[in-house]
């Protein structure tokens, strides 16, 4: 293998344990939590746009469940980033606009790997990688 094949395998590698490590921990932390506590997180959320608190917790839900399983798997990885880039963006500007950045550094790191992820895409070790066509790029 030449320098250029072994830089590409470890950019690859890089990504997936990214997308692995990063999606289980905003599905462990996040996610299930409130998947698992479905009732009890209703009075706990917060519902800035004023949706409901149901549909509010649906859609965190999806973007903390759904997409980071996704985005695991490496299908639709850059589509599924989308919508935690979001929460996390609410949550931070919108929600907590109080917290510093010292209160608010998970958040904030968590938006930097999800929308890394999104600006680098799923690496050759994806599902997405398996398929021709739009889907790889997505």
């Known amino acids: 293998m030449n320098n250029s094949t072994l830089e590409k395998n470890a950019q690859d590698i890089g990504l997936l344990f990214l997308r692995i490590s990063a999606a289980a921990f905003l599905l462990i932390v996040h996610g299930l939590p409130k998947l698992l506590n479905f009732q009890a997180q209703l009075s706990l959320i917060e519902d800035p746009f004023h949706m409901g608190a149901s549909l ?3 859609l965190a839900i999806f973007a903390e469940v759904v997409c980071p399983i996704f985005i ?3 299908l639709f990885v850059r589509l599924s980033c989308l919508p935690i880039i979001v929460v996390l963006l609410v ?5 907590h606009p109080q917290w510093s950045l010292e209160e608010g550094q998970f958040g904030w790191l968590l938006l930097i790997i999800f929308t890394t992820v999104f600006m680098a895409g799923p690496g050759r070790l994806a599902l997405n990688a398996r398929f021709s066509g739009a889907v790889r790029y997505v």
């Not at 949550?91 to 929600?95: C, E, F, P, T």
């Open 56 to 58: 509010t917790l649906i």
């Open 91 to 95: 949550a931070l500007v919108v929600v």
């Open 72 to 74: 695991a798997a490496g």
